[in-house]
């Protein structure tokens, strides 16, 4: 089993969702970086679950605890170890799930692969693993700070409500203003009261989290297979219930011309940028020093609490009736876990393209 992400910023993890703990090492962390562990758990609480009536009630105050790696308020350059006690686990509630198979879960394929599984709220598949994504994302976000680059991600549509692509339209500062986590105040009630109508249905829905990264140096990624949009796209991806992947202007371009999609090179005051941007960032594999900006797209949460018909691990017919705290919509809590794994990505190319901390 894989557990390590990166090359030369790494983070490796381990834990259950109903195990003692979640945690990890991230390793490669640049020396002197200012540790504000105030922020890291910050990153966590916008995560963590219980946050509103539209997510799951498991109550964890998922406190992280750091346990080498930082000395004196600094990075020593020296591993960085940590770990995050589960404290509000209801095992019991998954008893009925021993021997079935739940739709669309991970189920069936770690049974065939590994020929064991944890049934306790899905194990090592569980969601909850991705608090140490958020934790490797903090330490990134705060090594990136010094080089000036921003990570902010978005809810830009859930269902049917969707937000202009356009990023540029709106105010990131309003994204921590609603539950939803969207920057437009009106479509978020519209998507808030969608989960909520879900919600009371049993049912659950999905959306697409808008990420968009500022100030990233020029000339990080790689031109053939490490190229940096399909490093994001793999980040991404690993995401539990993420489906898709595009950065720039994605889909959309496959119904345009050359004509409206090639940004062109402008030369101001020494310096060489484009004047549009539907490149989203990257050129060949490499940025170019514009904002990247990209959309990941999010499954409806594959626990819902009706009536669903299955196998159990001997093949025999089955009817699954859920029971448990679930999100009827992951995609508000997946925004900070967006913006974890794309801080990873750029500290990662930025390390490996030799740019230096002062």
Do not use: W
């Not at 200012?34 to 946050?51: K, Y």
């Amino acid at each position: 089993m894989r557990n390590t992400f990166g090359t030369l910023f790494t983070l490796t993890t381990f834990g259950e969702s109903h195990g003692e703990a979640i945690g990890g090492v991230v390793d490669g962390m640049p020396a002197g970086i200012d540790i504000d562990q105030e922020f890291i758990q910050n990153e966590l609480s916008r995560r963590r679950p219980g946050q509103s009536h539209i997510t799951t009630q498991r109550n964890e105050q998922d406190q992280v605890e750091l346990l080498s790696g930082v000395f004196e308020g600094k990075s020593t350059g020296c591993p960085i170890g940590f770990i995050v006690r589960n404290t509000n686990q209801r095992s019991a509630d998954y008893d009925n799930l021993r021997n079935i198979y739940r739709p669309s879960h991970a189920d069936y394929t770690y049974a065939a692969k590994y020929g064991i599984r944890d049934y306790r709220g899905g194990g090592r598949s569980s969601a909850r693993i991705t608090i140490s994504r958020c934790v490797g994302g903090a330490l990134a976000k705060l090594a990136l700070r010094q080089l000036g680059v921003s990570i902010k991600a978005y809810t830009s549509q859930v269902g049917d409500v969707a937000l202009d692509r356009d990023y540029t339209k709106y105010n990131f500062a309003e994204i921590e203003h609603n539950p939803v986590r969207c920057p437009d105040p009106i479509a978020a009630q519209r998507m808030e009261q969608l989960i909520s109508e879900v919600k009371a249905e049993g049912d659950t829905i999905g959306g697409v989290v808008t990420c968009v990264v500022k100030n990233c140096p020029k000339g990080i990624g790689e031109p053939e297979f490490g190229k940096l949009h399909a490093m994001l796209g793999a980040a991404m991806l690993s995401i539990n219930a993420a489906k898709g992947f595009e950065y720039g202007e994605g889909f959309s371009c496959a119904t345009s011309r050359g004509s409206r999609q090639n940004d062109a090179f402008v030369a101001e005051g020494g310096n060489i940028h484009t004047s549009t941007n539907h490149s989203g960032g990257i050129q060949g594999g490499i940025s170019n020093g514009e904002d990247i900006y990209f959309r990941t797209a999010f499954k409806p949460t594959a626990t819902i609490l009706q009536e669903q018909k299955t196998v159990d691990s001997t093949g025999n017919s089955a009817i699954l009736q859920a029971h448990g705290r679930h999100d009827p919509c992951v995609v508000p809590r997946a925004v900070p876990i967006v913006e974890a794994m794309t801080a990873m990505v750029i500290l990662d190319y930025i390390m490996l393209n030799k740019h230096t901390f002062l």
